[in-house]
């Protein structure tokens, strides 16, 4: 995960607009809506995608800006 990355996170286009250093506890995720420009902040560990069956995408994932899916 990289600033300006876009993430999928609870459904929706993300960009990455922040990350806190390695080292602060909690660590936060400020992201940006694509869609609306609302901004929040998410502890980095809820972005974790949950285990899955192999070969299936995560439901957390970086995708390119140019993607055709991305709203």
Do not use: C, K, N
Not at 3 to 20: A, C, E, P, Q
Not at 58 to 65: F, I, T
């Amino acid at each position: 995960m990289e600033i300006g990355g876009v993430v999928t996170f609870r459904g929706r286009s993300w960009y990455v607009r922040g990350l806190d250093p390695h080292g602060v506890t909690p660590q936060y995720v400020y992201l940006e809506d694509a869609r609306t420009g609302r901004r929040i902040a998410v502890r980095r560990e809820r972005l974790t995608a949950p285990e899955r069956p192999a070969g299936q995408p995560s439901p957390l994932h970086l995708v390119d800006a140019d993607h055709e899916g991305l709203d």
